[in-house]
């Protein structure tokens, strides 16, 4: 009922009773504002198309209902066309669930653990290719049949020097393993090992399918809410793979850099236009390149948040970048490649777009590498919501880093997300004179 007492939303995401340090959860689901299944169900007509710029307002107003989050979380990423029909999207669906089913019979047939329930977190060969065969390797590998780790070595290397993509991907399984060992264990849903299984499986087949980048530290922190949204493990996969789409680039690595340092600079540039004292202190004590930062652009806000919280962070940032391109910009390139610009189609209506996406249409605020993603904003606006306390209390960069570590479970995720987008609109302002 419109007016009535909102709801608390932990009770679809719960922590395990021994878990007593974990954030409370701000977010409430809160009749009349949050995007409800009633109103979700609403905004479609009959054929399955969408009215997707009445969503994107719902969403900013109030979040997603956390039964339907999953399913509107495929078009805000771009899984599906809002025009598209129920039935196209069935279909799209099913070839999509084939082509996963695909990759993960490819990569089973490489290393018989994936899709097996298990995963693993030892090392399975040596960098220079040779298996290892660690007592706890070989237990790791036993798949409880007549084989085991031994037969699938000797199968192995009867093949001959392995395939130096092969060899990386090998080596890179036991570190996903890592992660996945420490990826949201607060959750009861993680007590159970088929799950972490199917996040170990989604993990090593994009690292397969990804030439480029691979697999890095913080993709489990961005894949995990896929795999407890979505039941089906396809389907998680490409919400994933979407999302990556936005995100790989900052984890490319050069050797020299890495991709997010781009956005550190971006950052620097807008921390010196909004709150330039606090740019100047933050220099003079030696965090002018923002390196402090890295952490809430690489996995999005995962630790500056409960794990709801940053749920909802998600949804109203991908609302208000929303650009209803996507879905034909994602298609038009393969699996592992990012947002590209450019794309020629039938213009799109500025009502379909989301507000920050609106302002960079109307204001050009696009840099040379593209859009900036307005998670650099929602840095400078925690920044500058905790500019008395930076400017006041840090005397170097271990204070910074506790300050910041310190507001964890105590942002405000629709504060934080106004804030970004008046430090953008203000910042386009004065990079225009």
Known sequence: MWGGAAEPADSY??????????PKTRFRIKPGKT????????????????DIGKTLRRIRR??????????????????????????????????????????????????????SGRFMTAPVISE???????????????????????DFFKELTSRGPLDKKVTQWLLT?????????RTDRALVFYEKKENLSKLWDILSI?????????????????CSPMIILLEDEADAFWCFERLMRRLRGNFRSTGRSVGVEAQLTHLSSITQIVDPKLHQHLDKLGGGDYLFAIRMLMVQFRREFSFCDSLYLWEMMWALEYDP???????AHQCGSEKTEGLKGKPKSIKQCGKYERQNMRNG?????????????????????????????????????????????????????????????????????
């Open 128 to 150: 220079n290719g040779q298996p290892n065969y660690d007592p706890l390797v070989l237990q790791e590998i036993n798949l409880g049949t007549n084989s085991n780790g031994s």
């Open 325 to 331: 391109d996507l879905f034909y910009v994602y298609e």
């Open 173 to 181: 399984l036991h570190q996903i393993g890592l992660d996945v060992n």
């Open 365 to 433: 605020g696009k840099s040379a590498e593209g859009p900036l993603p307005i998670s650099v904003f929602l840095v400078a606006s925690v920044l500058k919501d905790k500019s008395y306390k930076l400017m006041t209390e840090a005397r170097g960069l271990d204070d910074v880093v506790k300050i910041l570590n310190d507001m964890t479970g105590n942002l405000d995720a629709k504060k934080t997300c106004s804030g970004a987008i008046k430090i953008h609109k203000r910042y386009l302002r004065k990079a225009k004179k």
């Open 62 to 115: 109030g979040g997603i209902h956390p039964s339907i989050r999953g399913e509107v979380w495929e078009f805000l990423l771009g899984c599906y066309d809002p025009m598209s029909t129920f039935e196209e999207r069935e279909q799209i669906r099913q070839r999509r669930r084939l082509q996963y089913a695909s990759w993960k019979e490819e990569c089973k047939q490489m290393f018989p653990v994936i899709g």
């Open 206 to 222: 994009y690292a397969w399918i990804d030439n480029d980048v691979g697999y890095c530290q913080g993709m489990s922190d961005l």
């Open 35 to 50: 995007l409800s299944v009633r109103k979700w169900r609403a905004v479609f007509v009959q054929e399955g198309s969408l």
């Open 13 to 22: 995401y719960q922590v395990r009773p021994e878990c007593t340090d974990v």
